[in-house]
T-cell receptor
């Protein structure tokens, strides 16, 4: 079992819709979670991080963390074609040296 | 732009050769982590350097080695290249190893023939 699991997609949503990206993790010691966006041929770009249970909002993005269910999600409101990319979920317990990444979910926003 | 730079951007090597990849971290960041990303996969942790010392290592063989310099720039060296080493190599810098928000450079794409 992979430590961080994501559905590979593609997840296709129409422009203006809400895109919901999900991630589960197996290491209960994980304390912090990160969402990165990666365009084809480019490096990962940090979107948000979340440490506490609940929701965290930043512009059109909302990250949700449920440690009891070992579940992290990212909602993108008013999706735009420019949001089309692969979204990587990563986790890491405090003090751990590395981030553990999922394989990413490919999002396609249809104009 | 994250302020993290990597060189070269692309590299082609043949099996058995050695390669050195370079990374300059964001100003003020003293921790550098290296990742390997194969096509269609998420980045895999290779190792991390904090204040010039190796601070953690993933499941990579010893032919993957690194250095961090007093200015916190870093090198990744890979000896005896294998075909499976073909990947995007990413360097990420952070402000201390306790602060885990890591910012990635543009990466070096390595092709081993």
């Amino acid at each position: 079992q992979k430590e961080v699991e994501q559905n590979s997609g593609p997840l296709s949503v129409p422009e203006g819709a809400i895109a919901s990206l999900n991630c589960t993790y197996s290491d209960r010691g994980s304390q912090s979670f990160f969402w990165y966006r990666q365009y084809s041929g480019k490096s990962p770009e940090l979107i948000m991080f979340i440490y506490s249970n609940g929701d965290k909002e930043d512009g059109r993005f909302t990250a949700q963390l449920n440690k009891a269910s070992q579940y992290v999600s990212l909602l993108i409101r008013d999706s735009q074609p420019s949001d089309s990319a692969t979204y990587l979920c990563a986790g890491g317990p405090t003090g751990r040296r590395a981030l553990t990444f999922g394989s990413g979910t490919r999002l396609q926003v249809q104009p | 732009e994250t302020g993290v730079t990597q060189s070269p951007t692309h590299l082609i090597k043949t099996r058995g050769q050695q390669v050195t990849l370079r990374c300059s971290s964001q100003s003020g960041h003293n921790t550098v982590s290296w990742y390997q990303q194969a096509l269609g996969q998420g980045p895999q942790f290779i190792f991390q350097y904090y204040r010039e010392e190796e601070n953690g290592r993933g499941n990579f063989p010893p032919r993957f080695s690194g250095l961090q310099f007093p200015n916190y720039s870093s090198e990744l060296n890979v000896n005896a290249l294998e075909l499976d080493d073909s990947a995007l190599y990413l360097c990420a810098s952070s402000l201390g190893w306790i602060q885990e928000t890591q910012y990635f450079g543009p990466g070096t794409r390595l092709l081993v023939l």
